[in-house]
């Protein structure tokens, strides 16, 4: 996980920074920081996570984060302040979270939810029929499907035929939000309305037939995931 922390204050720089790693596992994590707007904007780095003061002299957090919006198209906004009020304005750019600093508890929560958001926004590489290589985010994806020679990508944006495997496919997939419920079936446990006792309900309208040896194990993950998603 890439992430920025953008204020004009020492003090709460180093704070923010302290608090932030006590949450999240710094192994895997790249922590940048910056003293204002202009210098964050000027690096053009892309961030998973950047966590911006709203109060800054020179570009404020509201400009720096329009600004940022325009190379960074995946990455996650976090709007810091002392005065809560300005954060009111916060829907204006899209913010995912709105922090007051003496409150900074609330770090943890935004960054396990925000961990949620990432992993859907994560891509799978395929290679289309006619069309070659294409990125497709994890969150596009509504279920997988073997269909004669081809796999078809069921997703929001329509079907996608493509020359992968099946098995390919489903290692590259993360396997707490998808789940092989058929030999002819990998579906996105986010997509599913219901089960019932060998059917999978998606939210496009399909139901595909979960195998009577994989029904146990799909209920398992389905339920799993509706409480990690709960609980981020």
Same mark, same amino acid.
């Given at each position: 996980?890439?992430?920025?922390?953008?204020?004009? !204050?020492? #003090?709460?720089?180093?704070?923010?920074?302290?608090?932030?790693?006590?949450?999240?596992?710094?192994?895997?994590?790249?922590?940048?920081?910056?003293?204002?707007?202009?210098?964050?904007? *000027?690096?053009?780095?892309?961030?998973?996570?950047? #966590?911006?003061?709203?109060? &800054? =002299?020179? &570009?404020?957090?509201?400009?720096?984060?329009?600004?940022? +919006?325009?190379?960074?198209?995946?990455?996650? #906004?976090? $709007?810091?302040?002392?005065?809560?009020? &300005?954060?009111? +304005?916060?829907?204006?750019?899209?913010?995912?979270?709105?922090?007051?600093?003496? /409150?900074?508890? /609330?770090? /943890?929560?935004? $960054?396990?939810?925000?961990?949620?958001?990432?992993?859907?926004?994560?891509?799978?590489?395929?290679?289309? $029929?006619?069309?070659?290589?294409?990125?497709?985010? #994890? *969150? =596009?994806?509504?279920?997988?499907?073997?269909?004669?020679?081809?796999?078809?990508?069921?997703?929001?944006?329509? =079907?996608?035929?493509?020359?992968?495997?099946?098995?390919? $496919? /489903?290692?590259?997939?993360?396997?707490?939000?998808?789940?092989?419920?058929?030999?002819?079936?990998?579906? =996105?446990?986010?997509?599913?309305?219901?089960?019932?006792?060998?059917?999978?309900?998606?939210?496009?309208? !399909?139901?595909?037939?979960?195998?009577?040896?994989?029904?146990?194990?799909?209920? *398992?993950?389905?339920?799993?995931?509706?409480?990690?998603?709960?609980?981020?």
């Amino acid at each position: 996980m890439k992430i920025a922390i953008v204020d004009d !204050d020492a #003090f709460w720089r180093e704070r923010i920074e302290q608090e932030i790693l006590r949450y999240a596992d710094n192994s895997k994590m790249q922590i940048d920081v910056y003293e204002s707007g202009e210098q964050y904007v *000027k690096s053009r780095k892309q961030y998973d996570i950047s #966590f911006i003061d709203i109060e &800054m =002299n020179g &570009m404020d957090g509201f400009d720096t984060i329009l600004k940022a +919006k325009e190379y960074q198209q995946d990455g996650l #906004f976090v $709007i810091l302040t002392t005065h809560v009020e &300005m954060s009111r +304005k916060g829907y204006l750019v899209n913010a995912f979270r709105y922090i007051d600093k003496t /409150e900074l508890h /609330e770090l /943890e929560e935004t $960054i396990r939810s925000a961990s949620v958001v990432l992993e859907r926004n994560d891509k799978i590489d395929i290679n289309v $029929i006619g069309d070659g290589p294409r990125r497709l985010a #994890f *969150k =596009n994806i509504i279920y997988v499907e073997t269909e004669k020679h081809y796999i078809v990508v069921h997703t929001t944006q329509g =079907n996608i035929k493509c020359k992968d495997k099946m098995q390919d $496919i /489903e290692r590259a997939l993360p396997g707490n939000s998808f789940s092989r419920c058929h030999n002819a079936y990998i579906v =996105n446990l986010d997509k599913i309305s219901h089960i019932d006792d060998c059917r999978a309900y998606l939210v496009n309208g !399909d139901k595909i037939e979960i195998s009577q040896r994989r029904i146990w194990q799909v209920r *398992k993950a389905y339920f799993n995931r509706q409480y990690e998603c709960a609980n981020k």
